[in-house]
C-alpha cells in the first residue's frame, strides 16, 4: 500500500498494490531469462537453478483451475506493464492447457442479467483482472 501524509491531517490511502501483482512477471520471467543468461556465460554454474517456483506453481495451479470454459485474462488499454503481466499469466494458463482469451477492461460488455460478455457477446464466466485501484489526487 502507498500512503500520503502531510502531518497535520489522517494518512491517506493512494494504491493498494495487492491488486496490482506487475512484479509477478519480473520475478518469474525475467528471472529465468537472466538464469539462462548467466548459465551461458558463465557468471554461474550450468546446473544452477532459479531461486522460486512462481511459474510451475502457477501452472499447476491453472490445471487445477481447468474448466471447458475459457478463462478471460483482462487489463487496460495503454498500460504496457500491466498487460505484459495478464499476458503472462495466460500463457501460464495455455501451458495448463486452458483455453483462454485476452480483453481489455474497456471492451467488456453489460448483458442481460448484468453478466460480463466479450466483444462477440459470450458470457465470460471466469476471469483474471488487473485493474490498479489508485487515487492520484492526493
Known amino acids: ?3 500520503a501524509w502531510c502531518g497535520n491531517a489522517p494518512v491517506k490511502l493512494l494504491e493498494y498494490n495487492a491488486d496490482t501483482p506487475t512484479s509477478l512477471y519480473e520475478s518469474a520471467y525475467f528471472q529465468w531469462l537472466w538464469l539462462e543468461d548467466a548459465r551461458r556465460s558463465g557468471v554461474i554454474p550450468r546446473d544452477a537453478d532459479q ?3 512462481i511459474q510451475e506453481r502457477l ?3 491453472f490445471s487445477e483451475l481447468y474448466s471447458r470454459e475459457p ?9 504496457d506493464e500491466d498487460r505484459s ?12 492447457g486452458q483455453e483462454s482469451r485476452f480483453i481489455y477492461i474497456e471492451e467488456l460488455g453489460l448483458g442481460v442479467g448484468g453478466v460480463l460478455t466479450d466483444l462477440d457477446d459470450n458470457v465470460i464466466q471466469r476471469a483474471f483482472k488487473l485493474y490498479p485501484l489508485e487515487w492520484n489526487d492526493a
Open 85 to 96: 503481466t495478464v499476458l503472462y499469466l495466460q500463457d501460464c494458463a495455455e501451458q495448463a
Open 1 to 3: 500500500m502507498d500512503f
Open 59 to 61: 501452472i499447476s495451479r
Open 71 to 79: 478463462f478471460y485474462f483482462c487489463c487496460c488499454q495503454d498500460t
Open 51 to 53: 531461486y522460486n517456483a
